[in-house]
């Protein structure tokens, strides 16, 4: 999977409308905190995990996973995680450029809402 790729499929909405409840951009800083707030929870949970199966088993310690230092492929691997992670985090503001662009469409809800209001 290329980057872009990887970037775009991070970065997938679902169809619709976003609905707002507080002010606009309070909702996106809102959104982009807690995307991070998840991804962050997620991981120390995986992390803490590994650590600890690691060392139960007598594979690894604590202190070795805290020298561990990246062979170049593994560092690309992560500089590609990084790039998906920051997506993912910040893709409200993706959704709202796109949104923007797509000012001029009509949206399957407004065809539907003002079918609706005419019967």
């Known amino acids: 999977m290329s980057i872009a790729e990887a970037i775009a499929e991070a970065g997938a909405k679902p169809a619709g409308k976003r609905p707002f409840f507080l002010d606009t951009e309070i909702e996106t800083v809102l959104a982009i905190t807690m995307a991070v707030v998840q991804e962050l929870a997620v991981s120390r949970q995986r992390i803490d995990t590994l650590e600890r199966l690691l060392e139960q088993q007598g594979v690894l310690t604590r202190g070795e996973i805290e020298t561990?230092?990246?062979?170049?492929?593994?560092?690309?691997?992560?500089?590609?995680?990084?790039?998906?992670?920051?997506?993912?985090?910040?893709?409200?503001?993706?959704?709202?450029?796109?949104?923007?662009?797509?000012?001029?469409?009509?949206?399957?809800?407004?065809?539907?809402?003002?079918?609706?209001?005419?019967?």
């Open 68 to 119: 561990y230092s990246p062979d170049p492929q593994a560092a690309v691997e992560r500089a590609l995680a990084t790039q998906e992670y920051i997506a993912r985090v910040l893709r409200i503001i993706q959704q709202r450029n796109e949104a923007n662009q797509m000012a001029g469409e009509i949206a399957s809800e407004d065809v539907a809402d003002e079918i609706g209001a005419e019967a």
